[in-house]
């Protein structure tokens, strides 16, 4: 990696950049990809298929029996972790469905908040470079909980994981449907395709662009979940090979995938970079891994505020505290999708099975956005009741600021009501 000492301020904003594509680059390539679905619906994705898998589909659907079948072609090692992986995750987004608490703001006055699953989600799983059937569980046991009625999955991958796992989550239809051509069927519909209220899901920048494009025509978004990446602060205490394995972790996403390392110790950043030109060697997807390696920096600074201000500045999807105070500057982290503390708690755990959820936002947008959770799947809708001691006590408000709005029917609502009083 490259290593940065001490870089002036004015520095850190280039520095921090992510290796993106220009965005009027990348709209204007899926913007046709819309349009092509938009017109010519099923027909449009086959052609789009082609044309970016090199797949020749007669159908788009999984059918039943596929799904029904994947389990027998997984090893039973491979079904018990993800069983495992269910658990922890159901048991951890189990807990983000809270019973309604009703507030009685005047006597008589009653308001809470009704939790109820969005009818229809649409939930993206990546596929292109490796089939990452984890996600069915990320945004499929939310769904569940949530209790979405109808639960469609596109992927470009046919994997027997992905379909396993969809079945286990109880997705209604699955199709073999990638890249920005899935997220428009999902959102306009086509004959085989549903069409959705809300899109969920990670992807490449076509995926994460066609989404941003879609939701200004009314179809909700979870968020901007892009190319992945992780920052490490890491100090003496941390193990060079673990920091290594855990930048690899990320880095082998995809060449747009970009890793940060900020250390208050040059010699822990010199030994990180031996012991990740080791590991590198020994990794399937090694040119990947070093492409995104190739945008990625170590940067040495003088102090631990210092790196907690470049750590915020950068909002990064993980952060790993690899530090002996892991827990105090955790609590001065405000901008980040998913912290994780300490030597023994690497990134690919929250990745598959601890139970938090790895759809985070990606590109600075940590700043704004949460990660995936049961409330991206539900719709929270507000309900009042009141009794007629409630209008006695409330009336004469709504009434002095509805005349003084000089909205009459708003205040005569409330007055007929006073009047007719038992
Ligand atoms: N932020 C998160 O929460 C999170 C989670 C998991 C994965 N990810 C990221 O998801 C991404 C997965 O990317 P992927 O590419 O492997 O799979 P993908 O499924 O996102 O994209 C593959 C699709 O992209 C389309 N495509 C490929 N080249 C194209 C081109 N030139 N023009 C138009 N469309 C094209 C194809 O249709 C293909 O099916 C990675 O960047 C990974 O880092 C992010
Ligand atoms: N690290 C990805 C989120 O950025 C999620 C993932 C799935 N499989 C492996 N990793
Ligand atoms: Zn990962």
Redesign the pocket.
């Known amino acids: 990696m490259n290593i940065i000492p001490f870089p002036e301020r004015e520095q850190w904003p280039a520095l921090l950049a992510r290796p993106v594509l220009e965005a009027k680059d990348i709209e204007a390539?899926?913007m046709p990809?819309l349009e092509q679905v938009k017109n010519e619906g099923d027909a449009g994705i086959k052609a789009?298929a082609l044309k970016?898998?090199k797949l020749e589909l007669t159908e788009l659907a999984f059918s039943e029996k596929a799904i029904a079948e994947a389990g027998d072609k997984l090893d039973d090692a491979l079904k018990a972790a993800i069983g495992q992986a269910y658990e922890n995750v159901y048991k951890f987004h189990k807990g983000q469905l809270q019973a309604p608490e009703k507030v009685e703001t005047m006597p008589g006055v009653t308001c809470w908040r009704k939790s109820v699953g969005i009818e229809k989600v649409g939930i993206y799983i990546?596929?292109?470079?490796?089939p990452?059937f984890s996600?069915v569980l990320m945004l499929g046991i939310p769904a569940q909980i949530a209790g979405c009625k109808e639960i469609v999955l596109c992927?470009?991958s046919d994997h027997p994981a992905i379909l396993y796992a969809a079945k286990l989550v109880g997705v209604t239809k699955a199709f073999r449907i990638?890249?920005?051509?899935a997220i428009a069927a999902m959102a306009y519909g086509t004959e085989s395709v549903p069409k959705v209220y809300k899109i969920f899901g990670?992807?490449?920048q076509?995926?994460t662009t066609a989404k941003m494009l879609i939701s200004k025509e009314g179809v909700a978004i979870d968020m901007p979940?892009?190319?992945?990446e992780v920052a490490i602060f890491a100090d003496d205490t941390a193990l060079p090979c673990f920091v290594a394995a855990d930048l690899l972790s990320q880095a082998e996403?995809?060449a747009?995938?970009q890793v940060l390392l900020v250390s208050t110790s040059k010699k822990l950043l010199a030994s990180v970079n031996i012991a990740l030109a080791e590991q590198l060697e020994a990794l399937p997807r090694k040119e990947l891994a070093s492409q995104a390696m190739a945008n990625s920096k170590a940067i040495l600074v003088e102090t631990e505020e210092e790196a907690i201000e470049i750590l915020n500045q950068y909002a990064a999807?993980h952060l790993i505290l690899s530090i002996a105070n892991a827990e105090a500057v955790m609590e001065k982290i405000y901008n980040a999708g998913s912290i994780f503390l300490g030597n023994y708690t690497p990134e690919s755990c929250g990745d598959y099975a601890s139970g938090t959820n790895?759809?985070?936002p990606?590109n600075g947008y940590a700043r704004a956005y949460s990660g995936v959770s049961v409330d991206s799947f539900v719709k929270k809708i507000t309900v009042q009741h009141i009794t007629e001691e409630g209008i006695r006590n409330i009336g004469p408000t709504v009434e002095a600021m509805a005349a003084a709005e000089s909205l009459d029917a708003h205040k005569n609502a409330v007055t007929i009501r006073l009047k007719n009083l038992l």
């Open positions: 390539r899926v990809v789009l970016f898998d990546p596929g292109g470079s490796a990452l996600t992927t470009p990638g890249g920005a051509q990670p992807g490449n076509y995926v979940a892009g190319p992945s996403h995809g747009d995938s999807e790895h759809t985070l990606t």
